[in-house]
């Protein structure tokens, strides 16, 4: 039996200044702002848990963490308006509600959406400039489209992540959609999973990017995803284009 | 008889880090980078004049200014490229061409579209936090366009500008749009006018901020007009929020 309360917290921050989620020591973090807020909170160290960790300038708009609150509890609205009033701007608990014990940000999670976006205009763009990637030359969204058809689906996607010996449940994930569309001068790749490897989506951004220039095949993405070997064919996107979108569970966990 | 080229650009910034359009002694201001890098590209000296002056904070995508080339004329996209290279990323030349003497940024100018954005969410959401105004309350979207209705037209608009006294022109202007939209979370504000007062859109934005809060009846938008005196139901409202959209000209001035 234990007199903690679960909290899950469901965050969006702007990675511009981070050097990604997870603590690290003397660097400013996602992770190290949140335990460092709770703590203060709490008067003790409190650990918190993410569905996964964003790398060093990724953004997120929909992460979900968990903590475990060691004090009898706050009203949830109290509580979530302590931890942004003492929380960077950069960084926003957008809704904090109690969660029975068996939740955990990471295992519950039963898929994830990512947002690549890229500002395709023909001067990078100031008010995008740290929420896009900038290409200057028009990519070919047809070729694109056809090029992430071919990714969709169940696959060993050991060719699309930046070290495959780093996963410890294997290479094999379920792509459940991955789409390109433009709008303007703005294309958003948009990818679900029931779960990504290591920098997945920037490898899946940066193929589609050099689809998109004409300067591979999109033909080339069934054979890619079969040599299970990561090649220049696939670089990693930069991260400023990346968002965390969104975190799915098997059901709504709120208490009533 | 001259022999400089003039130069129309349109201009986007992100004017977070600015100290407004103008140019200041120890500020960093958009005026003082576009001077500086067209001295540098020049070897001497280069006025830039704009349709207008941005205060400090106000950001813009459609800003458009001139300046006289003294040398024998580069091509324009090469001339492009050289003041992208060498301004900051917040501040981007979109388009660059020549144009006849007769044209003026300023003095030319037939009208301009300003918007204002507010975050109108509960919580001031990170990625949007340097390009919107953050307002918790929940807006009251058909009284603002209430008010907003009672000011479109040739009004004297003393009563929503920070300093009367400062205009040559006198106070009266044509107040051709004032809409308010709710998107979602977003609130926007559109103000388009052949000419705006100091701190005039700003004004109007804080007003119908104070009626959308029904603080502020959105009758008293008549009364306001006709008594020309700025009170406090007039506030100025942040910088953040607010964009040079568009600056209208009466025709195009390009050159074939």
Same mark, same amino acid.
């Given at each position: 039996?234990?007199?903690?309360?679960?909290?899950?917290?469901?965050?969006?921050?702007?990675?511009?200044?981070?050097?990604?989620?997870?603590?690290?020591?003397?660097?400013?973090?996602?992770?190290?702002?949140?335990?460092?807020?709770?703590?203060?909170?709490?008067?003790?160290?409190?650990?918190?848990?993410?569905?996964?960790?964003?790398?060093?300038?990724?953004?997120?708009?929909?992460?979900?963490?968990?903590?475990?609150?060691?004090?009898?509890?706050?009203?949830?609205?109290?509580?979530?308006?302590?931890?942004?009033?003492?929380?960077?701007?950069?960084? &926003?608990? #957008? +809704?904090? @509600? *109690?969660?029975?014990?068996?939740?955990?940000? =990471?295992?519950?999670?039963? /898929?994830?959406? %990512?947002?690549?976006?890229?500002?395709?205009?023909?001067?990078?763009?100031?008010?995008?400039?740290?929420?896009?990637?900038?290409?200057?030359?028009?990519?070919?969204?047809?070729?694109?489209?056809?090029?992430?058809?071919?990714?969709?689906?169940?696959?060993?996607?050991?060719?699309?992540?930046?070290?495959?010996?780093?996963?410890?449940?294997?290479?094999?994930?379920?792509? &459940?959609? #991955? +789409?390109? @569309? *433009?709008?303007?001068?703005?294309?958003?790749? =948009?990818?679900?999973?029931? /779960?990504?490897? %290591?920098?997945?989506?920037?490898?899946?951004?940066?193929?589609?990017?050099?689809?998109?220039?004409?300067?591979?095949?999109?033909?080339?993405?069934?054979?890619?995803?079969?040599?299970?070997?990561?090649?220049?064919?696939?670089?990693?996107?930069?991260?400023?284009?990346?968002?965390?979108?969104?975190?799915?569970?098997?059901?709504?966990?709120?208490?009533?």
């Amino acid at each position: 039996m234990s007199s903690q309360t679960r909290y899950r917290m469901d965050l969006a921050y702007d990675g511009t200044n981070f050097a990604g989620w997870q603590v690290q020591p003397d660097q400013c973090t996602i992770q190290g702002e949140l335990e460092r807020v709770w703590a203060k909170l709490a008067g003790q160290p409190i650990r918190v848990e993410a569905s996964g960790r964003t790398d060093t300038g990724v953004h997120a708009r929909g992460q979900v963490a968990h903590v475990d609150w060691p004090l009898p509890p706050w009203l949830d609205r109290k509580l979530a308006l302590a931890l942004n009033a003492l929380l960077p701007s950069s960084i &926003r608990v #957008l +809704s904090l @509600r *109690r969660v029975p014990d068996t939740f955990h940000a =990471r295992f519950s999670a039963t /898929g994830k959406e %990512y947002r690549y976006f890229i500002d395709n205009g023909p001067v990078r763009h100031p008010i995008e400039r740290l929420y896009s990637t900038w290409i200057r030359d028009r990519l070919d969204i047809a070729a694109m489209q056809l090029a992430a058809a071919q990714l969709i689906g169940e696959h060993d996607f050991a060719a699309f992540t930046a070290n495959p010996n780093r996963e410890v449940d294997g290479t094999v994930r379920n792509l &459940r959609m #991955l +789409s390109v @569309r *433009r709008t303007g001068h703005q294309v958003v790749i =948009r990818a679900a999973s029931n /779960g990504f490897l %290591y920098k997945m989506v920037r490898s899946l951004a940066g193929f589609l990017i050099r689809v998109g220039r004409n300067e591979v095949n999109p033909e080339q993405a069934t054979e890619i995803l079969a040599s299970k070997v990561r090649t220049a064919r696939v670089p990693t996107a930069p991260p400023e284009g990346l968002f965390l979108w969104k975190v799915q569970y098997a059901n709504d966990q709120r208490c009533r």
